[in-house]
């Protein structure tokens, strides 16, 4: 009887921890699917189904991805919205070779044709100006009095007063010049109420210093006006030249002659609407105001029809099919989820294969670039950098759009951040341009027409990104097309200003589909990576957001029924980790299907299925520092080994400090180690930590495994680790990957620094930029 009692309770435990269990994993799956656990839990489906379907972060394969909760606590409070971006209202559009100008109170409209000096990645050029319309109704010279603003006209000459260089917005201490051309935004003053007279533009003061007149920060050199000459208050001097008729560039002095003669002018504008055929890609509008308004510049980016290009015929092979690839910088999967709604929303309408395993093969854009265009890392690349002897452009690498120019294609590259392009930064860049469209010096000249992180001229870059990328399209629309976007101002050091991009990509998506485009084009939008610093990557979550990238694969409406193995296998390799490489020899497949295609080192096209059952980080060209499929443990920071490694990896970075040379470590200070934050070990999972052995059960001779508690650690001087520490004196937050055989500890990969290092490395940062994260100058 007791017995019976005994083994009654035990089949209710049993029935309750299976039912716990189900409800469980019906949870998760109802998480991971977006459906309510209610629903799934009120249905009469045979819960075996719904178990059986497949979980992307199940054990199956090589490779167990993690499946993030975009919305993770750790997460949340870091996601803000970005509000409304304001750029301004364009007076002029540019589109078919034509520029439209539609302004409301214009003294004259000119345009410049932006430029690239021959064999230059580093430069621009602006052809002289073209009028379009010109007014000639000037103002009258008016006194100088404090609140109105205009041009400091030299009444005798007629010439104006300007900052020496023409600089809208001129450094301290700039000299002041005369010069004929008046009256522009970028040499307007106004008398302030306190009789300082201010550049407006910049805000810096007309100031006397050592007998110079120069612009400054300081205020202190007032003028009373005197029958139109300007005194110097409390002193016996004036503003006026050498000359009684000064010439152009002479500079502006102060003298004890006060026979010169000022005034203020403004001229009066119009409207004016004209439009003018210009065959360019990038040219910069200037608007100058009447009425002492601000001078406007707008920019204009377009895909103007090239000869040559038009006159290509692809080859027969591969698939007749264009290529576009968007690419955010610093999204990560879980991000593109969270501020692109209205985009992921339009996507889910076509034939969009999200990759919820691609990752990352090495730190920052260039390392996913080189493998995504070249199909080669990084560091198997013939040398680049710039801070290394004998080291060359980087024309010579294997591009993948040379091969698409090759077969016949169109070929478009563009990136908005020309400080920090991805072969630039670091590299020497192109000596040729690389596509036939090429954007790197239209970016040059908007990064001095910026008046904010988003804008240039009257429009926000990622919008003008847009609109070249449509027009390219719409300029070749009988052509073969391969155009790459790079988005990276938008994105590439906060979480949040990507969601000003949501509604416009729908738009481009959307016209796109209504002009067909979408109907002959696979394409890919993607993010290189996660955001790489700040607080979002000092989280777990965020360290795998980093590793985990967006992207998302459309293809046209009739792909998957003419292609329907091509099209499964990218949906079965969806599933699995995927990289960079992949996505290279993927490109490479379209041109040479129905062949395989060569010289694919790493990698294999998503074309064909991915054997799960070995797809691995390693055979993947994922290093251990990157792989999202590493099952951490976390350490205790007080264990020897973990002291160890952390100053083992201080020490690397001295080590790396001092091979440069005497010149970096004369002016970088040597660190030592200040505090370990968190220390984890690679280790197999708890499972096989606590296994025993097996026993008979009804399935097999073998089926039922017997756990018990874990294991002593054996592997803790022959596994990974992954260190994070702050070192002295740069207070540096630091991340190293550590692979340690037999006792002995050895890098791999590079140590990230996860903190914003700010100025901390100017004195090294051009000639070594390779070392920016690791020099503290003295």
Not at 99 to 121: H, T
Not at 206 to 213: L, Q
Not at 239 to 266: A, D, I, Q, W, Y
Not at 622 to 628: L, N, S
Request: charged share 25%.
């Amino acid at each position: 009887m007791v017995y019976r009692k005994l083994l009654k309770k035990w089949w209710i435990m049993v029935a309750v921890f299976s039912l716990l269990t189900t409800s469980f994993y019906i949870y998760e799956y109802s998480q991971e699917k977006n459906i309510s656990f209610k629903t799934l839990m009120g249905t009469s489906q045979n819960l075996a189904t719904v178990l059986s379907q497949h979980h992307p972060g199940s054990k199956s394969g090589k490779c167990r991805l993690p499946v993030l909760d975009p919305w993770h606590s750790s997460v949340k409070s870091l996601v803000k919205d970005p509000g409304k971006l304001k750029c301004g209202v364009s007076q002029s559009t540019f589109e078919n070779n034509t520029l439209y100008v539609d302004a409301n109170n214009a003294v004259s409209v000119s345009y410049r044709i932006i430029q690239r000096p021959a064999g230059d990645d580093f430069s621009r050029s602006l052809s002289e100006p073209f009028s379009i319309s010109q007014q000639t109704t000037n103002t009258k010279p008016s006194q100088v009095i404090p609140g109105i603003s205009g041009c400091l006209i030299h009444i005798e000459s007629k010439k104006c007063l300007h900052p020496n260089g023409g600089e809208l917005q001129p450094k301290e201490g700039t000299p002041l010049v005369f010069h004929s051309d008046c009256c522009f935004r970028r040499i307007e003053f106004k008398m302030a109420e306190d009789k300082s007279i201010v550049h407006v533009p910049s805000g810096l003061c007309i100031n006397v210093k050592d007998d110079k007149v120069v612009l400054d920060k300081e205020c202190s050199t007032k003028f009373t006006v005197d029958n139109g000459t300007l005194h110097v208050t409390g002193k016996d001097l004036c503003l006026g030249s050498v000359e009684r008729l000064p010439k152009n560039n002479e500079n502006v002095m102060m003298g004890r002659s006060c026979s010169h003669v000022f005034g203020l002018v403004t001229m009066q504008g119009k409207g004016v609407k004209a439009s003018t055929l210009i065959n360019a890609d990038f040219i910069r509008v200037d608007i100058k105001q009447g009425d002492g308004k601000p001078d406007i510049t707008e920019l204009h980016m377009q895909a103007a029809p090239k000869p040559d290009a038009l006159k290509r015929v692809r080859k027969p092979t591969g698939i007749p099919i264009n290529i576009g690839l968007i690419m955010f910088d610093s999204t990560s999967a879980a991000n593109f989820i969270r501020q692109m709604t209205k985009s992921n929303e339009y996507l889910k309408t076509r034939p969009t294969i999200y990759m919820k395993g691609q990752t990352i093969v090495g730190d920052g854009t260039t390392a996913q670039l080189c493998a995504m265009l070249t199909g080669i890392a990084e560091k198997d690349q013939p040398e680049a950098r710039r801070s290394k002897p004998n080291s060359k452009v980087v024309d010579d690498w294997r591009w993948v759009f040379r091969d698409y120019r090759n077969h016949g294609y169109v070929t478009m590259y563009s990136e908005d951040s020309p400080n920090y392009a991805t072969f630039n930064y670091r590299l020497h860049g192109f000596k040729n341009p690389p596509t036939d469209h090429f954007g790197r010096y239209f970016w040059m000249e908007g990064e001095r027409h910026r008046h904010n992180a988003q804008c240039a001229g009257k429009d926000a870059m990622h919008r003008l990104t847009f609109k070249y990328f449509l027009s390219f399209f719409r300029t070749y629309k009988k052509k073969s097309k391969f155009g790459f976007l790079n988005l990276a101002e938008l994105t590439h050091n906060d979480i949040n200003p990507i969601k000003y991009a949501d509604e416009d990509l729908m738009k481009l998506l959307q016209n796109m589909e209504k002009e067909d485009f979408l109907e002959d084009t696979i394409l890919f939008i993607f993010g290189d990576h996660g955001i790489r610093y700040g607080k979002m990557r000092q989280t777990i979550q965020g360290k795998l957001e980093e590793r985990l990238p967006h992207m998302s694969i459309t293809f046209p409406t009739w792909f998957p029924k003419k292609h329907p193995k091509l099209y499964e296998a990218v949906q079965h390799n969806s599933h699995l980790l995927t990289t960079p490489f992949d996505i290279y020899a993927t490109l490479q497949h379209v041109l040479s299907y129905p062949s395989a295609p060569k010289g694919i080192h790493v990698g294999q096209s998503l074309f064909y299925p991915i054997d799960a059952k070995n797809r691995t980080c390693r055979n993947a060209g994922v290093e251990d520092h990157w792989c999202p499929c590493l099952n951490f443990e976390s350490v205790p920071i007080n264990e020897p080994i973990v002291k160890r490694l952390a100053i083992f990896s201080v020490e690397s970075i001295n080590k790396q400090l001092e091979n440069e040379g005497s010149k970096v470590k004369s002016i970088c200070h040597k660190l030592t180690l200040k505090e370990i934050k968190s220390a984890s070990r690679e280790m197999p999972n708890e499972v096989v930590q606590k296994f025993k052995q097996t026993n008979p059960n009804q399935k097999c001779d073998s089926c039922e495994i017997v756990l018990g508690g874990k294991d002593e650690n054996t592997l803790a001087e022959d596994t990974a680790y992954q260190i994070q520490f702050i070192t002295s004196p740069n207070n540096g937050f630091y991340e190293s990957s550590i692979r340690v055989e037999k006792g002995k500890p050895s890098l791999t990969g590079s140590i990230s620094r996860i903190d914003s290092y700010g100025n901390q490395p100017d004195c090294i940062a051009h000639d070594f930029p390779h070392l920016r994260k690791y020099c503290k100058c003295k």
